[in-house]
């Protein structure tokens, strides 16, 4: 089945007090973006990207198409006004039946193997969404103060958020809502379950200066494996 990667890479990245878009910050002498790009590339030989980013940072986006030598499997448009709408933008581009993974740019660590197994998952099962157990204690805000919850029944989700074209396409065709904080509230929106898959703890998102020392040490390590 054809394959399509939408990658999001459209917001301004304010927390990290950078004055370029995050996602064009540089790990190892190379952009954020850049080895999320890699990585899917070298995930599947058919697969396609449709890279989604500001609108003032086309041509970057465009460049680096041509420094990963992957001009015709990567199309660049312009983001929108919520990652809601950045994600409609990519998802008008998707042109037939496929599984489409939904990324956030800035988690450039993800594995050629999560993507591969939640290719895998979504075509058995209609989606896949990476999750990881947390780790910390949780603490719930209610209204009388704030309430314990069991770490052991909360998940963190990541990307990439993966499903078959028929179930995500018109689930972004309803109007945008505030609860909708990724591509799997979009999609139980819409009356469809989804379906979790083990993430891996490595695939952070880059979101404050701290993240960028974090991610410069895993890619050290695995660089020496």
């Not at 990667?5 to 459209?10: F, L």
């Not at 460049?63 to 199309?75: D, F, H, M, S």
């Not at 919520?82 to 988690?107: C, E, I, K, N, Y």
């Not at 660590?109 to 058995?124: G, N, P």
Request: net charge negative; charged share 20%; aromatic share 6%.
């Amino acid at each position: 089945m054809k394959k399509y990667a939408v990658i999001v890479a459209g917001g301004s990245g304010q927390r990290m007090g950078a004055a370029i878009p995050k996602q064009f910050l540089l790990l190892q002498g190379k952009p954020l973006l850049w080895y999320s790009l890699q990585t899917f590339l070298h995930a599947f030989e058919d697969l396609e990207i449709i890279l989604v980013v500001p609108a003032d940072n086309l041509a970057e986006g465009e460049q680096l198409a041509k420094e990963l030598n992957a001009v015709p499997r990567i199309t660049v448009t312009a983001g929108g006004a919520t990652r809601f709408h950045s994600v409609q933008h990519g998802l008008a581009l998707v042109s037939s039946p496929s599984v489409v993974f939904v990324h956030d740019g800035v988690r450039c660590l993800v594995s050629s193997e999560l993507i591969q197994r939640c290719y895998t998952q979504a075509l058995e099962k209609g989606s896949a969404i990476p999750a990881v157990a947390a780790t910390d204690s949780i603490r719930i805000l209610v209204e009388e103060g704030h309430m314990v919850a069991d770490r052991k029944q909360v998940r963190i989700i990541q990307t990439p958020q993966t499903f078959r074209s028929e179930i995500l396409l018109p689930a972004f065709q309803n109007e945008f809502e505030e609860c909708f904080t990724d591509e799997a509230t979009v999609v139980e929106a819409s009356g469809c379950p989804v379906c979790l898959i083990e993430g891996e703890y490595s695939n952070i998102k880059i979101t404050r200066p701290v993240d960028l020392l974090v991610a410069e040490k895993i890619l050290e390590e695995r660089s020496s494996l």
